[in-house]
């Protein structure tokens, strides 16, 4: 006899109490953990758009930091995913919603530590890191339980509108952060870190008072996995510190890749990432659960994930290089206003993927995940070819178009396929799956940053001096090839990533005796929005084409994974005892 339950039973169970306390706490659930997500998207997003006025504030010249830029951008991201996955399994062990909180109140911490920075120089660009750090901590917290309380929250039929409810209040805080970060870095760049604070203090505490643990903890007593903490959270942070080192100057390198530390740093972190499996095979209690891998829809779900991430994480910052260091001041916008007008530009994005992940959603409790996750890469993919073959000068529509169709493949990809994983582990399993699902999805954007960083920086070194020596040559600025020949290309890349004029602040440190041999209409046109844009197109141009190629070609595979992930699996109703 076929004894398992039915949607109407199981949805029954939930509003009883027995999956989510009450038929209310799953929009209790809903609401607070999307506050927590919507608070670290803003954070995010609204770092990139006030980095110019952080950067003025402590006193940082962007063409000498390069090094404190991209652990501003990466640290975060590092720190997160080499924590997720043992703050998941602990979450099994001690209670997601415990966890969850904690992580709440300490990025709350370091939101007001941020507001706080006391010093300036190396010495305030240090502790901003540190204190981003402290962030990471708690967002790995948070991160790591959001999907599996969700879970525990709503019926299997409601999950995939849950998470696709979570996943467009992050990427709506993206934008938000945008706008916001452009208002508040104008009065001062302390109120960038001090909005989150209202988020951060109302969610811990509504967390604390509204947010219940489930009884799906394990019954039995379980030992922490220390071996398996301390190889992977070694091997991750080892091995994520070298690729971020790698992109920083090594002796008359442009890069790092040759550094004894860096290389000395991949091959420890890579043995000890290798070690890790056969490590969690053997001991008692395992933080990763290899077993869960044997689930079709959890295996091909995850990787599709990772490869999702490799293939967008890092190009999002190109795109934004692309609009900032070159596209918009060819279009007449100052280097100043740029990151602002970056944001607005890339808004078909966030339309695409707010109007889609919802509905992708309600669509993958009815009919399961395979299909719709498999268009929604097949979208991203051919966005990525679109892009690919535009101009640096393009027409704003096809770009945008592109932009709108990367959305909508990335809404139609995202909810699916979480909620896909999500259903197929058991109520015990949640925290460690979805601290594995942020894993994975949040390595392969560092990985994604080190990958495409990589191939911009390569490209920049071998094109960017000859292309230079061209443009001042034709300017008649001859005279100022062999100091502007010092400017290290990533420093200008970067300098017009932060909203700075790169020539303009060469010219302003050259010798009143070197300018006044230099005619007014060849300054103007040195500095103007059109001569240094034009003259990195011609290096940066070939490298944008190779990534977004990869980019292509990485979404392709993940579609390939998503139409073999099987057909719709929920554990708890397809595995239920009594099932034929």
């Not at 053997?282 to 490869?307: H, I, Q, S, W």
């Not at 260091?325 to 944001?343: D, R, V």
């Amino acid at each position: 006899m076929n004894t398992k339950p039915t949607n109407k039973q199981q949805n029954s169970s939930y509003a009883e109490g027995g999956g989510g306390r009450g038929i209310q706490y799953k929009w209790v659930a809903l609401s607070n953990t999307t506050i927590a997500m919507f608070m670290a998207a803003v954070n995010g997003s609204i770092l990139l758009i006030s980095l110019p006025a952080i950067f003025n504030g402590i006193n940082i010249n962007p063409l000498t930091s390069f090094q404190y830029l991209l652990w501003i951008l990466m640290g975060y991201g590092v720190v997160t995913a080499t924590l997720l996955l043992s703050f998941g399994r602990l979450s099994d062990m001690y209670g997601r919603v415990r966890l969850y909180n904690i992580g709440f109140a300490i990025f709350t911490a370091g939101s007001i530590l941020l507001f706080f920075t006391p010093d300036t120089g190396d010495a305030g660009a240090i502790e901003l890191i540190v204190f981003r750090l402290i962030q990471a901590v708690g967002a790995a917290f948070i991160f790591s339980n959001s999907a599996a309380i969700l879970t525990d929250a709503f019926p299997p039929d409601e999950r995939g509108k849950a998470l696709g409810l979570n996943q467009v209040a992050a990427i709506a805080g993206q934008f938000i952060g945008l706008i916001i970060g452009g208002l508040l870095a104008v009065f001062n760049w302390r109120y960038v870190f001090l909005i989150s604070v209202p988020f951060g203090v109302i969610g811990t505490i509504w967390a604390f008072l509204k947010l219940k643990e489930t009884d799906c903890r394990e019954k039995r007593p379980q030992k922490i996995d220390i071996w398996g903490n301390l190889v992977f959270i070694g091997g991750l942070t080892i091995f994520l510190i070298g690729i971020t080192y790698a992109l920083i100057p090594y002796g008359t390198s442009p890069m790092g890749w040759g550094s004894p530390f860096v290389i000395a740093s991949l091959v420890a972190g890579f043995l000890l990432l290798v070690a890790f499996p056969f490590i969690e095979m053997k001991v008692e209690d395992p933080m990763f659960r290899m077993d869960l891998f044997r689930v079709r829809n959890f295996a091909f779900g995850n990787a599709a994930g990772f490869l999702s991430a490799l293939a967008r994480g890092g190009v999002m910052i190109i795109l934004i290089l692309l609009l900032q260091g070159i596209w918009l001041p060819l279009h007449g916008y100052s280097f100043e206003s740029t990151p602002f007008w970056a944001g607005i530009y890339m808004l078909p994005l966030t339309i695409g993927f707010v109007v889609m992940g919802p509905i992708s959603g309600i669509l993958s409790d009815r009919y399961g995940a395979r299909w719709l996750s498999t268009a929604g890469m097949v979208l991203v993919g051919i966005s990525f070819l679109v892009l690919a073959v535009l101009p640096y000068d393009f027409d704003y529509l096809p770009f945008a178009l592109a932009l709108l169709i990367m959305g909508l493949g990335n809404g139609l990809f995202a909810s699916p396929n979480s909620a896909a994983i999500m259903n197929s582990v058991g109520p015990g399993e949640r925290g460690v799956a979805s601290g594995m699902m942020a894993t994975l999805m949040n390595s392969g954007f560092v990985l994604s940053m080190g990958m495409f960083f990589t191939i911009i920086v390569v490209e920049l070194t071998d094109a960017f001096p000859p292309v230079l020596v061209s443009a001042l040559t034709a300017a008649n600025a001859t005279s100022l090839i062999a100091d502007m020949s010092v400017i290290p290309p990533t420093g200008a890349l970067f300098a017009a990533f932060l909203g700075y004029n790169p020539v303009e602040m060469i010219i302003d440190g050259l010798s009143p005796a070197l300018i006044a041999n230099i005619a007014p209409a060849t300054i103007a046109t040195l500095t103007n929005t059109v001569w240094f844009p034009t003259t990195l197109a011609e290096a940066f141009m070939p490298s944008l084409g190779l990534s977004f190629y990869i980019g292509a070609g990485l979404s392709f595979v993940a579609a390939i994974l998503c139409a073999m992930r099987g057909n719709k699996y929920i554990e708890e109703l397809d595995n239920a005892p009594g099932k034929n």
